[in-house]
């Protein structure tokens, strides 16, 4: 079992930044690669970010390439994502998920555990 508990979301106004954090606990985090998702209101998950079991990889959807930034901190068990040039469409529960595997993953049905979630909300 791995548990995930993301933080960090909160209201902020667009061009605005927010850093999420993800602290997994359970099985070696090591061993997992990770992913950002987020789901807004009316609408399906999406794949948001991913990054290597080593960190050395990362992959972001179109959207938010050049604004977001994906990073985990190994000996501290946590993944990050920097939320930058924010956009009221980036509004959404955003969430992180674990895969037992090495490479970037974007299918969301691949992931074997998920956290619960913080709320980002933009506004114009």
């Known amino acids: 079992q791995v548990q995930l508990v993301e933080s960090g979301g909160g209201l902020v106004q667009a061009g605005g930044s927010l850093r999420l954090s993800c602290a997994a606990s359970?099985?070696?985090?090591?061993?997992?690669?990770m992913g950002w998702f987020r789901q807004a209101p009316g609408k399906d998950r999406e794949f948001v970010a991913a990054v290597t079991r080593s960190g050395d990889g990362t992959y972001y959807t179109d959207s938010v390439k050049g604004r977001f930034t994906i990073s985990r901190a190994s000996a501290k068990n946590t993944v990050y994502l920097q939320l930058n040039r924010l956009k009221p469409e980036d509004t959404a529960v955003y969430y992180c998920?674990?895969?037992?595997?090495?490479?970037?993953?974007?299918?969301?049905?691949?992931?074997?555990?998920w956290g619960q979630g913080t709320q980002v909300t933009v506004s114009s």
């Open positions: 359970g099985r070696t985090f090591g061993n997992f690669a």
């Open positions: 998920a674990a895969v037992l595997t090495s490479g970037v993953v974007v299918d969301p049905g691949r992931y074997d555990y």
